[in-house]
């Protein structure tokens, strides 16, 4: 489901615009301030609707800060309506600029088409959680920070993740995850390997909840 986190600081806005948002199908986080809306962060956005007038800060650095380790776009919503205030906002790196009042149908369609373009883009990006792995750059992240895995601890996870859902057998994981770059590997070694990768992305490797064990056969990427 298509996360969005709303900032917005004026309650009677904030609800009419979730209200309208949850209409269509998203799922919302509704944040009231800089310090809620870093905690929405964590559950990693599809998209932001970020007002500046904040009561803890200005959203505008809020967007600086967050561009240093976050692609996720974003949509100022505010009364700010001058040239200046806009090409400020551009500059902050929004993706796009509503000034109020504002009309909700066109607010969602400037929605749809930002996550459509932004899906297009990044098709090769999976989300999960705090979780997000960019196939293409072969990049890993867990709460916005980047995570360093090993040639194999990458090829397991992307295994893993372009087969989530299903059962994997210990023979299954061998022979796709080793059998073209190593010959000699036994079932101790895949052991040792996910015990490694859940020490990487589990907060509890006792109990995962992305890698599970499916005792007597092998192992499951957990969804959702």
């Known amino acids: 489901m ?3 986190l709303l900032i917005e600081d004026d309650v009677m806005l904030n609800q009419g615009i979730a209200y309208a948002l949850k209409k ?3 799922l919302v986080y509704e944040a009231y301030s800089l310090e809620q809306a870093w905690m929405g962060v964590n559950e990693v956005p599809s ?11 200005d959203g505008r650095k809020f967007l600086r800060e ?4 976050n692609p996720v776009p974003v949509i100022f919503l505010t009364a700010r309506d001058s040239e200046k205030d806009m090409l400020a906002g551009y500059d902050a790196g929004c993706d796009d600029y509503i000034t109020k009042p504002f009309s909700i149908p066109v607010l969602l369609r400037k929605i749809q088409s930002l996550l459509r373009r932004t899906h297009s883009q990044n098709s090769e ?3 999960q959680g705090d979780l997000v792995y960019d196939f293409g750059g072969k990049v890993l992240t867990i709460s916005g920070e980047p995570v360093k895995l090993t040639a194999t601890e990458t090829r397991l996870l992307e295994y893993f993740l372009r087969n989530r859902g299903q059962v994997l057998t210990r023979e299954q994981i061998l022979e796709k995850v080793w059998d073209h770059y190593e010959n ?4 101790k070694t895949l052991n040792v390997n996910v015990r490694r990768l859940r020490e990487k992305i ?3 490797p006792r109990n995962p909840m992305y890698i599970g064990t499916v005792f007597g056969f092998g192992y499951k990427w957990k969804e959702g």
Do not use: S
């Open 66 to 69: 967050l561009r240093a380790k």
């Open 24 to 26: 269509e199908g998203y």
């Open 184 to 187: 000699f590997v036994d079932e």
């Open 202 to 204: 589990e907060k509890d």
């Open 47 to 57: 998209l932001i609707l970020l007002d500046i007038n904040l009561p803890d800060g």
């Open 125 to 127: 990006l999976y989300y």
């Open 2 to 4: 298509t996360r969005i």
